[in-house]
C-alpha cells in the first residue's frame, strides 16, 4: 500500500493478517491455456494468515497477447492415451512437448 495507510493494515493486523508491500518488483505475468497477461513495475501486497498468502497486484496498464494452442486431432489424442495409458489432458501435453509427432510423444510418456 503505497502512502502505508495505516487504517487498514491496522484493521488486518486485528484479523491476524499481516501485510507488507514487495519491494522492487519488475514484472508479474500471469499465463492461462491460452493467454499471456504481462503486468510491468505493479504495485505488489501480500497478506499473509494462517491459511495462506494472498498476493495483490496493481498496476496502470498491462499487456495482454494470445498464446498460441496447437490443436491435435480427437484420433490422435486417443491413440497417445491407449498407447501410452494415460489422460487426455496428459496426451495433450506430450503430442505439444513432441511438436505433434505421435511416436515421440508415446515414447516420452513411457520414459523411453
Request: hydrophobic share 40%; charged share 35%; proline share 3%.
Amino acid at each position: 500500500m503505497r502512502g502505508g495507510n495505516r487504517q487498514a493494515r491496522r484493521m488486518f493486523e486485528r484479523m491476524g493478517i499481516d501485510m507488507k508491500e514487495v519491494p522492487n518488483v519488475q514484472e508479474v505475468l500471469i499465463r492461462t491455456d491460452r493467454r499471456e497477461i504481462v503486468i510491468d513495475k505493479p504495485q505488489v501486497s501480500e497478506m499473509a494468515s494462517k491459511e495462506g498468502k494472498i498476493f495483490t497486484v496493481t498496476a496502470d496498464s498491462y499487456d495482454e497477447r494470445e498464446l498460441e494452442v496447437p490443436v491435435f486431432s480427437e484420433e490422435d489424442v486417443q491413440l497417445v492415451c491407449d498407447q501410452a495409458g494415460v489422460d487426455a489432458e496428459r496426451a495433450k501435453e506430450a503430442l505439444a512437448e513432441s511438436d505433434g509427432e505421435l511416436a515421440r510423444a508415446i515414447m516420452l510418456l513411457k520414459g523411453g
